[in-house]
């Protein structure tokens, strides 16, 4: 039996999280604006979040993580595009009050140091 939401872009998402999240903790991570984002610590509240709303912790990896649209989302996840957006709004809500009030997720992803790795999370933002 295939576990539950075990569509590729779930794993592509859950992977690029994780690497991202290794190479800031091993200070590969270069932020471009002054108000730089704490990902190990943004990884850490998204573990939380699963804890108590497991479809929005996924949510808002494929789509901060992982660069998905909601429509994407909504396939891989089999839920409707609006099941997506009131799951985002519920994990923004969350992760704001848990970040000390400020929205960790309106800070862009930084860049990567080392080799050009392409990602779709700026094309995603234009497609919403």
Known sequence: ?????????????KIARAVLVARARAGLIQNKQANSMDLPHLDTLLTRLADVHPRSA??????FFGGNTDAEIATALNIAVRTVKRDWHVARAWLASEYGGSDPLGIRVPVVNGPKNPSSHAHAEQER
């Open 58 to 63: 996924l949510v808002v990896t494929m789509r």
């Open 1 to 13: 039996m295939a576990e539950p939401y075990d569509h590729p872009l779930v794993k592509h998402a």
